[in-house]
C-alpha cells in the first residue's frame, strides 16, 4: 500500500472502533447500518490484501539481497586481486577499469552490480591462465559467472511479483472506493443527531480525518554524471512517469505534486513516498542527449538510479 493507503486505512479502523461503542444510536439512523457492515467487512479485505503484499515482497527481496551480497563479495575479491596483477604489469588501464570496492558496489543500483561484476569476469576470462599466483583460476571464474548468473535471473524478481503487485493494487483501489463510499453515507446519516447527541457526533467527526503520518524514508536515491568525466551534474531535470502519464507524490502539504526534481551541486536527487511501481526516469540538460532509464520501486525499500549522461 501507498503511504496515502496506509494513513486512510488508520482512519478507517479509528472510525469502525469508535462508532462500535455506539450502536443505539447508530441502528436508528436510517441506512447506517447496512453501510457500517459493507465499511466493517471491506477493511477487513484490505488488511488481507495488504499482509499479503507485505509477506511476499520481503521475502522475494530478501532472497535477492543474499544473491546480491553474495556476488558482491565475489566481484570485489577478483577485482582486487586483478588490480594488483594490474598494478604489478603497469597496465593502468586495466587497474582503473576494475577498480571496485565492496563498498563501492554496495552504493550502485541492482543491475550496475550485475554489470560491474560481469566486467570483471570479461577482463579476466582472456589472462586467466597468468592468474593462477594472483589467487584467480578457472574454478574461481566459474563461481563468479554462476552468481552473476543467479543474481541475474533474481533481478527484476522483486518485480516478480510485478503482476501480483499490479493486481493487488487494483484490488486495494475498489476496496478503498467502496470503503469510503459506504462511509459518506454514513457521514450523511449521523447529520440526524448533530443536536441530540453532539458528544457521538463530535467524535465521530474526530475519528472521521485523516492524519498523514508520511513514512520519511527514501523511495528514490539517485546520482547523475557526466558519461565522460565522471564529474557530477547538477541542474539536471529529472521527472518521473508511471503507466504514460505524471507521477505524483504526496509533500509536507499533504497535497499530490508532479514528481519532477532538480539534481544537486554534486548530482543527487532524493524522492520520498512514492506509490509502488515501474516508472519511466526522463532526464534532461541543456548540451547533453536525453537520458530514459526505468526504475522500480517497492513500498519500504529505496531504489538507486545512476545515470551516465553524453554530451550531444
Known amino acids: 500500500m501507498t503511504t496515502e493507503q496506509e494513513n486512510r486505512l488508520n482512519m478507517f479502523i479509528t472510525c469502525r472502533d469508535y462508532q462500535a461503542s455506539y450502536t443505539t444510536i447508530t441502528n436508528a439512523l436510517p441506512n447506517y447500518s447496512a453501510n457500517s457492515i459493507i465499511f466493517v467487512n471491506t477493511i477487513l479485505q484490505i488488511q488481507a490484501i495488504s499482509e499479503q ?175 565522460i568525466t565522471g564529474k557530477p551534474m547538477k541542474s539536471v531535470t529529472v521527472s518521473f512517469s508511471l503507466n504514460g502519464g505524471t507521477a505524483k507524490v504526496i509533500n509536507t502539504s499533504n497535497k499530490a505534486a508532479d514528481v519532477v526534481k532538480k539534481t544537486a551541486d554534486k548530482g543527487g536527487f532524493n524522492i520520498k513516498s512514492l506509490a509502488t511501481g515501474v516508472y519511466q526516469v526522463t532526464l534532461k540538460k541543456a548540451g547533453y542527449a536525453d537520458q530514459i532509464v526505468t526504475v522500480s520501486v517497492n513500498a519500504g525499500e529505496m531504489s538507486v538510479v545512476d545515470v551516465k549522461m553524453e554530451k550531444i
Open 53 to 227: 503484499q507485505k509477506m511476499n515482497k520481503k521475502g522475494i527481496t530478501e532472497g535477492k539481497n543474499r544473491l546480491k551480497e553474495a556476488l558482491i563479495v565475489l566481484a570485489a575479491d577478483s577485482a582486487r586481486k586483478l588490480v594488483v596483477y594490474a598494478k604489478f604489469t603497469n597496465n593502468d588501464t586495466l587497474a582503473r577499469e576494475v577498480n571496485l570496492s565492496e563498498g563501492k558496489l554496495r552504493k550502485v543500483a541492482d543491475t550496475a552490480v550485475k554489470d560491474y561484476a560481469q566486467i570483471v569476469y570479461d577482463r579476466i576470462q582472456p589472462i586467466v591462465s597468468a592468474l593462477a599466483t594472483y589467487g584467480i583460476t578457472n574454478t574461481s571464474q566459474a563461481a563468479l559467472l554462476n552468481a552473476i548468473n543467479v543474481y541475474n535471473a533474481m533481478i527484476g524478481k522483486p518485480g516478480v511479483g510485478r503482476v501480483e503487485i499490479s493486481q493487488a493494487t487494483k484490488q486495494l483501489e475498489v476496496l478503498f472506493k467502496t470503503a469510503e463510499d459506504a462511509l459518506t453515507i454514513m457521514d450523511t446519516a449521523i447529520e440526524i443527531v448533530k443536536l441530540t447527541q453532539p458528544n457521538f457526533y463530535n467524535g465521530y467527526k474526530s475519528a472521521r480525518k485523516i492524519i498523514h503520518s508520511g513514512s520519511g524514508s527514501l523511495a528514490v536515491k539517485g546520482l547523475v554524471t557526466d558519461a
